[in-house]
């Protein structure tokens, strides 16, 4: 049980080109997060998804694309990198309510750097 | 909206020492609290929560109660060590809200020194 795991850890991008971060969980979670840490500025959910085939924007959507195929994976796609998109980034994936409260499992994080 | 305050750091104590972050929350509803740990190069991991006013989250020997009076989450451990210099991030969770989103604060980091 491997929980939920980020590809690749680090990554540096030129401005202008693409990538796409992959997020997997084996956990059989319906939930599925998308996350960008900021010194002082905590976590900004980036998109999210209440199940498979379902996206949905976040607080700080604007230069990322999500998709989920897969129940397992969730998908986060820059298309044309910024400066502005340097961060770390961390997926998270929730089950059912347990106890009356949800808890947000964290992959590793991916640290980008855009120049 | 809602949103979550908590003091910034970074907070550097001697090992056995009183640890205290504070954390206030705004909410439209009746959040679920969570006091989340992350350790050097390491993801986020949930190290308590409460559910509903007055409950005592615990774990690790750190303790935090949810103070609906004055919107509240203090994070407090009695004896710091070492291994506790981490950051941590209080959040909050309005659990009928759509996709049960957490919304954090902007972290404290916390520097235990021998």
């Known amino acids: 049980n491997a929980g939920v795991t980020q590809t690749p850890k680090f990554r540096v991008l030129k401005t202008g080109q693409s990538m796409t971060l992959l997020c997997a969980q084996d956990?059989?979670?319906?939930?599925m997060y998308w996350y960008r840490q900021d010194p002082g500025m905590g976590l900004r959910l980036i998109h999210y998804?209440?199940?498979?085939?379902?996206?949905a924007k976040g607080e700080v959507p604007d230069g990322y694309n999500v998709s989920r195929l897969k129940k397992q994976n969730f998908l986060l796609g820059l298309e044309s990198a910024a400066p502005s998109q340097t961060s770390v980034y961390f997926c998270?994936?929730?089950?059912?309510?347990?106890?009356?409260?949800?808890?947000?499992?964290f992959g590793p994080g991916t640290r980008l750097t855009v120049t | 909206g809602n949103s979550v305050t908590q003091m910034e750091g970074p907070v550097t104590l001697s090992e056995e020492a009183f640890l205290t972050i504070n954390c206030t929350y705004t909410?439209?509803?009746?959040?679920?609290l969570f006091w989340y740990v992350q350790y050097p190069g390491e993801g986020l991991q949930l190290l308590l929560k409460?559910?509903?006013?007055?409950d005592k989250g615990s774990n690790k020997g750190f303790e935090a109660t949810y103070r609906k009076e004055t919107t509240s989450f203090h994070l407090e451990k009695g004896s710091v060590q070492v291994s506790d210099s981490a950051v941590y991030f209080c959040?909050?969770?309005?659990?009928?809200?759509?996709?049960?989103?957490?919304?954090f604060g902007g972290g404290t980091r916390v520097l235990v020194k021998p």
């Open positions: 998270a994936s929730k089950g059912e309510r347990q106890a009356g409260y949800y808890e947000q499992y």
């Open positions: 956990m059989n979670h319906e939930y």
């Open positions: 998804s209440v199940g498979e085939g379902t996206t």
């Open positions: 909410a439209t509803g009746y959040p679920s």
């Open positions: 409460a559910t509903k006013a007055d």
């Open positions: 959040a909050l969770s309005e659990n009928k809200a759509a996709g049960n989103k957490l919304t």
